[in-house]
């Protein structure tokens, strides 16, 4: 046989299988990787399979059933006040992660650059060298705010294109209005495109708003605006998304996916239409997973463990240090099999790595769920 030859030697599995391959083995709560373990809504469910009986079996159009793009275009529109076309702007993709490899495949190329954010979501440095392209870190602030001096500092006659993620995926940040501004800004100055990853969109707490690059007419023009089912309808692993873009960068979207991906499950798209139209479930998601952080958070105070602001998304970040002196990999590996709950390291989220006594858990978990899990972490206290 043949070597194979790799273009990812430096890439290993996800930390998402490792620990839920461990969470599952040593039968631990798994507050790892980010799903619901709860089941969605059984009218969503029944839609589906009224959408097979009903006869949507067959391929959908390439970018996408028609009415779920138009629902997609006037959520949008709706919410941000933007003017997506449901035709020429939005495409149906395999989840978020799938909207965001082609995304990239789509706008760079050899020799350019592309700035991510760390901790960045661990798809996006394969996904840009896939590409050809050069990843360049840029940390956050200590607190996890984007640092935007550093990412001027980081930007060369190279760079291409910059990919953003509000609510922040791990960290529970959300970026604010000054922050967006900062990225038109910078976007227009140097001429970048701007992949947005959004797919916690619709979990923003304490009534914030989600900032979307769709608010932003000039950066709308030049960004991939990525977002994800799977994360808005409790059902991750239906893996359907979307991208939103400009017609120029959605016809070069199209005319990559339609040799990777071509089509996304037809009669999921249709259930998905006829769900979204009435009422608007993402209305209550975030006074939904508001209510389980304040739980989890309220459950956490008893054990050692810090507590990290935590704005957006279903993930609470912990600092960890008063606890053990493990560094982040470690000492998830450790709470998974002698604490009996999985969490994820922020430390593989880095080009370099960085310890910093971080972890994430999420909550997108059953009350009975969670409860357990602090009772286990409880156990913590008195540890070396
Ligand atoms: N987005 C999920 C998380 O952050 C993981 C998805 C995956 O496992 N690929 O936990």
Same mark, same amino acid.
């Given at each position: 046989?043949?070597?194979?030859?790799?273009?990812?030697?430096?890439?290993?599995?996800?930390?998402?299988?490792?620990?839920?391959?461990?969470?599952?083995?040593?039968?631990?709560?798994?507050?790892?990787?980010?799903?619901?373990?709860?089941?969605?809504?059984?009218?969503?469910?029944?839609?589906?399979?009224?959408?097979?009986?009903?006869?949507?079996?067959?391929?959908?159009?390439?970018?996408?059933? *028609?009415?779920?793009?138009?629902?997609?275009?006037?959520? %949008?529109?709706?919410?941000?006040?933007?003017? #997506?076309? /449901?035709?020429?702007? &939005?495409? &149906?993709?395999?989840?978020?992660?799938?909207? &965001?490899?082609?995304?990239?495949?789509?706008?760079?190329?050899?020799?350019?650059?592309?700035?991510?954010?760390?901790?960045?979501?661990?798809?996006?440095?394969?996904?840009?060298?896939?590409?050809?392209?050069?990843?360049?870190?840029?940390?956050?602030?200590?607190?996890?705010?984007?640092?935007? /001096?550093?990412?001027?500092?980081?930007?060369? *006659?190279?760079?291409?294109? &910059?990919?953003?993620?509000?609510?922040?995926?791990?960290?529970?940040?959300?970026?604010?209005?000054?922050?967006?501004?900062?990225?038109?800004?910078?976007?227009?100055?140097?001429?970048?495109?701007?992949?947005?990853?959004?797919?916690?969109?619709?979990?923003?707490?304490?009534?914030?708003?989600?900032?979307?690059?769709?608010?932003?007419?000039?950066?709308?023009?030049?960004? =991939?605006?990525?977002?994800?089912?799977?994360?808005?309808?409790?059902?991750?692993?239906?893996?359907?998304?979307?991208?939103?873009?400009?017609? /120029?960068?959605?016809?070069?979207?199209?005319? %990559?996916?339609?040799?990777?991906?071509?089509?996304?499950?037809?009669?999921?798209?249709?259930?998905? /239409?006829?769900? %979204?139209?009435?009422?608007?479930?993402?209305?209550?998601?975030?006074? =939904? #997973?508001?209510?389980?952080?304040?739980?989890?958070?309220?459950?956490?105070?008893?054990?050692?463990?810090?507590?990290?602001?935590?704005?957006?998304?279903?993930?609470?970040?912990?600092?960890?240090?008063?606890?053990?002196?493990? *560094?982040?990999?470690? =000492?998830?590996?450790?709470?998974?099999?002698?604490?009996?709950?999985?969490?994820?390291?922020?430390?593989?989220?880095?080009?370099?790595?960085?310890?910093?006594?971080?972890?994430?858990?999420? =909550?997108?978990?059953?009350?009975?769920?969670?409860?357990?899990?602090?009772?286990?972490?409880?156990?913590?206290?008195?540890? *070396?």
């Amino acid at each position: 046989m043949p070597a194979l030859p790799t273009k990812l030697p430096n890439t290993g599995t996800t930390i998402f299988t490792v620990m839920s391959a461990l969470a599952t083995e040593h039968g631990a709560v798994n507050l790892g990787q980010g799903f619901p373990d709860f089941g969605a809504d059984p009218a969503l469910l029944q839609a589906v399979t009224d959408a097979m009986v009903a006869g949507h079996n067959q391929y959908p159009p390439m970018s996408g059933v *028609p009415a779920l793009r138009q629902v997609v275009a006037a959520k %949008l529109n709706g919410l941000y006040g933007s003017a #997506y076309d /449901a035709d020429l702007d &939005i495409t &149906i993709t395999a989840g978020g992660t799938q909207g &965001i490899f082609t995304a990239l495949q789509a706008c760079v190329g050899a020799g350019d650059e592309v700035i991510i954010l760390e901790p960045a979501y661990d798809s996006y440095d394969p996904a840009i060298r896939l590409a050809g392209a050069r990843p360049v870190g840029v940390p956050m602030t200590p607190d996890y705010r984007i640092d935007w /001096a550093a990412v001027r500092a980081a930007i060369t *006659p190279r760079t291409r294109a &910059i990919v953003i993620n509000t609510p922040h995926n791990p960290s529970g940040r959300v970026a604010t209005h000054d922050d967006l501004l900062e990225l038109q800004c910078l976007a227009e100055q140097h001429d970048l495109f701007v992949i947005s990853d959004e797919v916690y969109g619709h979990m923003v707490f304490d009534d914030a708003p989600h900032e979307s690059v769709a608010r932003y007419p000039a950066l709308r023009e030049r960004s =991939f605006l990525v977002n994800s089912f799977g994360k808005t309808l409790h059902v991750t692993g239906w893996k359907v998304g979307f991208v939103a873009a400009p017609p /120029a960068l959605s016809a070069a979207f199209r005319r %990559l996916h339609q040799y990777t991906v071509f089509t996304v499950h037809t009669p999921t798209q249709h259930a998905i /239409a006829a769900y %979204l139209a009435n009422p608007a479930p993402w209305q209550g998601l975030s006074n =939904f #997973y508001q209510a389980k952080r304040d739980a989890f958070r309220a459950a956490l105070a008893a054990t050692p463990l810090k507590l990290l602001p935590c704005e957006g998304t279903y993930f609470q970040t912990v600092d960890y240090s008063a606890v053990s002196d493990l *560094p982040e990999l470690e =000492f998830a590996k450790w709470l998974t099999t002698e604490i009996g709950v999985a969490a994820i390291p922020l430390s593989v989220f880095y080009q370099q790595p960085q310890e910093r006594r971080h972890v994430r858990f999420c =909550f997108a978990k059953r009350n009975e769920t969670l409860a357990e899990a602090a009772s286990r972490l409880k156990d913590l206290a008195g540890r *070396p």
